[in-house]
């Protein structure tokens, strides 16, 4: 380690002065292809099931792309605004998207596809979601062909702007998801289930783990039934994600710590932040979104320096057949898949109470076995966003992201440290690469040695006595060294 720990310094040397640009506060899907929406339907850029794309809104006007779709898919174009976090919006500002025809009709006119950003009035990731439903009892948008995909800002944002350019002034950045689900081989149950527990969920407790989240859907770090924590800046999203198999229930309850804030008042009776000037409306939004990235259900909490917390409502366990629910929440319980966890903490509470991170605490209760899911009668795209494996459930419990294992974080956190240093740290790459070499040579000739030893203190043992010094030797470096 002491090699790597001095490469490391090394690269601290490199310093900050050769990284090139402000990283985004989201880190938009890798590999994700850049494309730019048409101010015309005929010109939109074509999205294709199973992809993420990079794109932009502008802060008047909005944007088209297309879709090729069969007669037997569920179509589900999720669309993610990310702001400059100086950014000011408002409580109606926010993104609108729909999957229309030919005929310009609007293909799920009964669900949620906008997000605003709310009471929080904080700019930070926001995600909506269109879906083209396919099958039995589908009579619009039924047909095999070309739709058109709609991305404009909210129509109350819209008036705003025409009132008070002050709102909306910047573009934003978009990230763009398109996936596809099959219908079912045989028609099934076209109702949602009408029994189930909704009592409101005990939170789980015990020791807190720590467990960092990510900063966007791509990074999601996993998590499995327990109390994780982890330490929240004021400005930041967090993201996590939770597998969810067919039958299975999710609670989450999110908790900020207490603080002394330097902007806080102090009660009377000595027991800390009053409200006064120490006082956050909406401090703290917590959103659960499905495997498509459409929201189930969110909450928030107001601040005052004391510890606060915030829980969604009760949900229903996952059901195909929950899609046809006249709720939002339940309706979005559709899939088994993993379920994205974002928590976001307002800048206001930075004026306030300091800019030092907050500890958030999370409890997450997973119930119910695991249950046959539905019989599909095709593929869906992309297969890991709709149902739960072995190995899904094994990544929530080490905390894994979806690029990769949380067991290799801090090798990949590393490399990207030495890609935003520019060229001037491939030279430190190459010093890194050759220290973990020597390293592992060094730790191999070790086990050699060790290997050797053994086998000599087993042959004195036996009566054997030391091999022969004109006997093929056993041991040995390994060929090519």
Not at 43 to 68: A, N
Not at 307 to 321: D, R
């Given at each position: ?117 709310g ?14 439903r ?5 009579k ?97 999203t ?13 609670s989450?309850?999110?908790e ?33 979104a499905?495997?498509?990235?459409a ?66 605490t ?27 494996t ?18 290799a ?14 060229i ?5 790459l ?34 054997v ?17």
């Amino acid at each position: 380690m002491t090699a790597v720990a001095a490469v490391v310094a090394g690269l601290c040397a490199v310093g900050p002065a050769q990284a090139t640009g402000t990283p985004s506060p989201y880190a938009f899907a890798e590999g994700a292809e850049t494309v730019v929406g048409a101010a015309s339907n005929v010109e939109g850029h074509r999205l294709s099931p199973g992809k993420t794309y990079k794109s932009s809104l502008p802060r008047v006007g909005q944007r088209f792309y297309r879709l090729e779709l069969t007669a037997d898919e569920n179509a589900y174009v999720s669309v993610t605004a990310v702001p400059d976090p100086g950014t000011k919006v408002s409580y109606a500002d926010g993104v609108e998207v729909s999957v229309q025809d030919a005929e310009g009709n609007n293909c799920s006119p009964m669900e949620a596809e906008e997000a605003r950003f709310g009471s929080s009035e904080s700019p930070r990731p926001i995600t909506a979601t269109a879906v083209r439903r396919a099958g039995p009892g589908e009579k619009s948008c039924a047909r095999a062909g070309t739709y058109y995909v709609l991305v404009e800002r909210t129509r109350a944002s819209r008036t705003a702007q025409r009132l008070a350019q002050r709102l909306a002034q910047d573009d934003w950045d978009l990230e763009i998801h398109v996936a596809s689900e099959p219908v079912l081989r045989a028609d099934g149950a076209t109702s949602p289930p009408q029994t189930w527990n909704s009592a409101a969920p005990v939170p789980p407790s015990g020791e807190r783990r720590a467990r960092e989240g990510g900063t966007s859907f791509s990074t999601a770090r996993g998590l499995d039934k327990g109390v994780w924590g982890s330490g929240i800046e004021p400005g930041q999203t967090l993201f996590y994600r939770v597998p969810l198999d067919w039958g299975q229930q999710v609670s989450v309850a999110a908790e900020l710590g207490s603080t002394s804030g330097t902007g806080s008042a102090t009660g009377s009776a000595g027991r800390g932040p009053g409200r006064g000037a120490g006082y956050v409306s909406s401090a703290l939004v917590m959103t659960l979104a499905n495997p498509v990235r459409a929201e189930v259900d969110d909450a928030d909490t107001a601040y005052d320096g004391r510890q606060k917390s915030a829980a969604l409502k009760p949900l229903p366990p996952v059901a195909y057949e929950n899609r046809f629910a006249l709720t939002d929440e339940m309706s979005a319980m559709r899939f088994a898949g993993w379920y994205y966890l974002s928590v976001h903490l307002s800048p206001e509470v930075a004026e306030k109470f300091g800019d030092a991170p907050l500890e958030l605490t999370l409890r997450v209760d997973v119930a119910g076995s695991p249950g046959p899911g539905p019989s599909y009668a095709g593929s869906p795209v992309p297969a890991e966003d709709f149902g739960v494996t072995q190995r899904d459930t094994e990544a929530a419990k080490r905390g894994e992201t979806a690029a990769g294992s949380g067991g290799a974080a801090e090798d990949n956190g590393l490399m990207v440290v030495v890609a935003a240093g520019g060229i001037g740290a491939g030279a430190v790459l190459l010093g890194i690469l050759g220290a973990w070499t020597l390293i592992a040579r060094r730790r191999q000739a070790a086990a050699v040695a060790a290997a050797a030893a053994e086998a000599a203190a087993a042959a004195a043992a036996s009566g054997v006595g030391p091999a022969s010094a004109s006997a093929p030797a056993r041991f040995g470096p390994p060929r090519g060294w």
